[in-house]
């Protein structure tokens, strides 16, 4: 009896533990066949709203890029907010590249014209000192005209539709008549109002009569030229912007979002969440959306390179700041002509304007230190107000060196941007290149497919996307990129050269002066008498785009009327010449008898 009843017991115990098993095993197929996994996914990515993920499975799902034969998680709902997810999620990497480029080329616009500003506002309180403390006769009704002046020229390099040389040219018509009434012929200041017939027509004669000399032409060239490589570098600079802001909100082809889909999400669908894609396949299918970014690599490697010889150019040898400090030295020059030639000026505009000229009496002598290759003026030192401080300050010295180092050191990164995107989006975490990764159709151990190469041409080969034409968009940045890099090289042709010309300005010119400045130093300014800088035309710091290694200096040029010696004016020749200390000491001798 009691082997019968542990018969009956060991039945039991048996379809007992046989329907645990089988329990368990339904447990487990159902916990392997559900979304949970994908749904999680689906909410942390932002994908959607979970609810549109469901439970289990499902089996005949329509779907029109994740197709696959068995179960599946996704719906055509889902596919949809993959599209979308997909394409937010690609243009947030492409801008996380691009940002700091961006950044980088914004940053250094507004640095640069800082500096600019800062250069003019100071070449302009340095020529205002010269005129109220040298000039003071004519100072309070000059320094309307300065500040008209500096303030074309800060428009001008801003891009302004202004001309820097007419604006000179203007400066100077408006400094005649000042000049003429109260250096040239003191009396006559009374009689001649601002305003009146008198007043025009001394402008406007001005050209004709050339009282100043050849200084305004040479200030004004090598203004021009100073001013206008800063003006094209921040034009250049807007340009780069210009491009990166439509890049970064480029439209993408319905083909190259099926294949993002495909390659981020679909295998999601099979439950799949942690598998990444082949290298190989994610370089296909990014280069594939990228194709008419990728031909944006050839006219953006030249911008980047006219962007370094433009920034070259502008402070490679402190061109900009030695322009800008030569504008006193350029004004006294001028001034200096004309009280040297008055009795000559005086005579040529009696007869057009039909002013008095008779020369007034008992009239001292007004004019400041005058070289020349005939005689030499020397009146009493100016008052210590006349000599303000002429040194940029501490802080500036070098500064737009350092600015072209750093930028110049920044955008060497950026040379190969937009070929070398599509690699930037696929390296990381975002694919995998060991044994195991996804395909688009499956997991395999390796991408079997041929990857292609950047551009619209490549892609013709491309397995992954296809690319029916190039993006209009993207098409006509790259049309205005090429168009800007032409009339850049047209503008300043000689920007190739200046590699050849470091080499040259690295050290003593043939003549033995040193051509390279201390970038420490911040070539600053001389002060009346005692430290001297050389006028950009003088030293291959200052060398405008136009000028080409080997020419003449401009002071060995024999049209060029003798300099004068003042803050940031060039050291004349003449002063080693023999016969110059002859007419020097004449010169002494003669205001000794006058005085």
């Given at each position: 009896m ?10 039991c ?30 909410q942390l990515?932002?994908v ?5 993920v ?5 089996r ?16 055509r709902k ?13 243009l ?17 616009a ?8 800062y250069?003019?506002s100071?070449s ?5 000192s010269l005129?109220e403390g ?25 891009g302004?539709n202004?001309s820097?040389?007419?604006s ?5 018509n ?26 025009d027509?001394?402008?406007?004669i001005r ?8 200084h ?7 203004l021009a030229?100073?001013?206008g490589v ?21 439209s993408?082809?319905?083909e190259?979002v099926?294949?993002?889909?495909k390659?981020?999400?679909c295998?999601h ?15 296909n299918?990014?280069r594939g959306?990228?194709a ?9 490697r ?6 370094e010889?433009?920034t070259?150019a502008?402070a ?7 322009a800008?400090l ?6 006294n020059e001028?001034l ?11 005579a ?5 304007c039909?002013?008095s000229?008779e ?11 005058v070289?020349t ?16 401080s002429?040194?940029l ?15 110049l050191?920044?955008?060497?990164r ?7 995107l599509p ?10 290149d060991?044994?195991?990764c996804w395909?688009?159709?499956e997991?395999v151990e ?12 490549a892609q013709?080969?491309?397995p992954?996307?296809?690319v ?26 000689q ?7 470091d ?12 051509t390279?400045?201390?970038d420490e130093d ?7 008498g ?5 006028h ?8 405008s785009?136009?000028r080409?290694?080997g020419r003449?200096?401009p ?7 003798p ?23 004449a ?5 000794w008898?006058?005085?």
């Amino acid at each position: 009896m009691s082997r019968g009843l542990c018969q009956r017991v060991n039945s039991c115990r048996s379809a007992w533990i046989l329907s645990a098993f089988v329990f368990a095993v339904n447990v487990i197929d159902v916990d392997a066949y559900s979304c949970h996994e994908v749904r999680t996914a689906f909410q942390l990515r932002q994908v959607g709203p979970p609810q549109r993920v469901p439970e289990t499975p499902g089996r005949d799902v329509d779907l029109m890029v994740c197709k696959h034969q068995g179960p599946s998680c996704c719906t055509r709902k889902m596919e949809e907010s993959y599209q979308l997810a997909v394409k937010r999620e690609t243009l947030h990497n492409i801008q996380s590249y691009s940002y700091e480029l961006e950044h980088l080329i914004s940053g250094h616009a507004d640095a640069f014209q800082d500096m600019f500003q800062y250069l003019l506002s100071f070449s302009q309180g340095h020529l205002s000192s010269l005129l109220e403390g040298t000039y003071s006769s004519l100072s309070r009704q000059a320094l309307p005209h300065v500040n008209q002046l500096f303030s074309s020229l800060s428009l001008y390099i801003r891009g302004a539709n202004v001309s820097a040389e007419a604006s000179i040219h203007q400066f100077y018509n408006s400094l005649f008549p000042l000049v003429y009434t109260r250096l040239i012929n003191p009396g006559l200041e009374g009689g001649v109002m601002m305003g009146s017939e008198t007043d025009d027509c001394l402008r406007m004669i001005r050209q004709d009569v050339n009282p100043f000399g050849p200084h305004p032409g040479i200030m004004a060239k090598e203004l021009a030229g100073a001013l206008g490589v800063g003006r094209r570098l921040g034009l250049a600079l807007e340009e780069g912007l210009e491009v990166m802001n439509a890049t970064e909100h480029v439209s993408m082809s319905k083909e190259c979002v099926k294949g993002l889909v495909k390659m981020v999400y679909c295998s999601h669908c099979r439950g799949l969440t942690l598998i990444k894609p082949c290298v190989g396949y994610c370089l296909n299918v990014m280069r594939g959306c990228l194709a008419s970014m990728s031909e944006l690599d050839q006219p953006w490697r030249r911008y980047t390179t006219l962007l370094e010889q433009l920034t070259h150019a502008m402070a490679g040898h402190h061109s900009l700041e030695l322009a800008l400090l030569g504008v006193r030295g350029y004004v006294n020059e001028a001034l200096l002509y004309a009280q040297l030639h008055g009795p000559l000026i005086t005579a040529t505009v009696d007869k057009v304007c039909g002013l008095s000229t008779e020369e007034p009496t008992n009239m001292p002598p007004t004019s400041p230190e005058v070289t020349t290759s005939t005689s030499t003026v020397t009146p009493s030192p100016p008052p210590p107000s006349a000599a303000p401080s002429q040194r940029l300050p501490e802080q500036w010295h070098g500064q737009l060196a350092h600015l072209r180092r750093e930028f110049l050191m920044y955008l060497q990164r950026y040379k190969s941007f937009f070929a070398a995107l599509p690699e930037m989006l696929c390296e990381g975490e975002n694919v995998v290149d060991d044994s195991t990764c996804w395909s688009g159709d499956e997991v395999v151990e390796s991408y079997a497919g041929r990857v292609v190469g950047n551009g619209l041409h490549a892609q013709r080969q491309n397995p992954e996307v296809k690319v029916r034409g190039p993006n209009p968009t993207l098409a006509e940045v790259k049309e205005r990129l090429e168009l800007f890099n032409e009339e850049t090289q047209d503008m300043f042709p000689q920007l190739g050269q200046m590699e050849a010309w470091d080499e040259l300005g690295s050290g003593e010119t043939e003549e033995g002066s040193t051509t390279d400045c201390d970038d420490e130093d911040g070539c600053q300014a001389s002060g009346d008498g005692q430290d001297q800088t050389s006028h950009t035309e003088t030293s291959s710091e200052g060398k405008s785009i136009g000028r080409q290694p080997g020419r003449d200096r401009p002071h060995e040029d024999p049209s060029k009327p003798p300099s004068v010696k003042v803050i940031g004016g060039s050291q004349s020749d003449s002063w080693a010449r023999p016969w110059s200390l002859a007419l020097l000491l004449a010169a002494l001798c003669l205001q000794w008898t006058l005085y």
